[in-house]
């Protein structure tokens, strides 16, 4: 570790759907459900001393750079994405946190660089909460996850739990894959 990093601590990012919860997208509170097991391999990341944060697209919002409405029939509203995230706060429960939720809003076909596979919003999260990069993981269920997380410099861990498995196949060759997250963090505790 370099003096630069001594007082840096490693961050575990992760995607919200299909990683933290069931499904696709989530556009109502009420489709939110956990995955088992989740909250538990949180706390246990917190408790081990990761920061842990979510990074995740959310193509429902689809705004513009100035944050204006480019998709007229979006199906996401912040105020709903607020509520949203309100209730997956609740189901974590106390332990299990995050340190902080980042998201893109904006229209994929803007090609912003916040916008996973492209790096930038885990570099964000990583400049404000002066992460060790290099000690850091990207767990996520989509290959835009895994590139984003190569992109960002830090270790990607792919996760079966997501509603297409069969993207690990769009994964870099050599992209390690667990069943879940639960499994993903185990693997993190144990390298030590």
Known sequence: MTDQNKNKRPCVFLDRDGVINTGGLINLPAD??????????IASLKKAGFIVG???????????FEGNIVW?????????????????????????????IKIC???????????KPKGGMLLEAAAEFDVDISRSFMIGDMSTDIK????????????????EPEQIDKCPQGTIAFASLVEAAAYILSQG
């Open 32 to 41: 939110l459900h956990l995955i088992a097991g989740v909250p538990a391999a």
């Open 54 to 64: 979510i990074c995740t697209n959310q193509n429902g919002l689809s705004e513009d």
């Open 72 to 100: 007229k029939q979006r199906p996401l509203t912040r105020e709903k994405l607020s509520v949203i995230q309100d209730e997956l706060l609740r189901l974590l429960g106390p332990d299990a946190q995050p340190d902080f």
């Open 105 to 115: 809003p904006h229209a994929k076909k803007l090609d912003c660089a916040c916008r």
């Open 148 to 163: 984003a997380g190569i992109a960002a410099g830090v270790t990607p861990l792919f996760v079966r739990s997501g509603f």
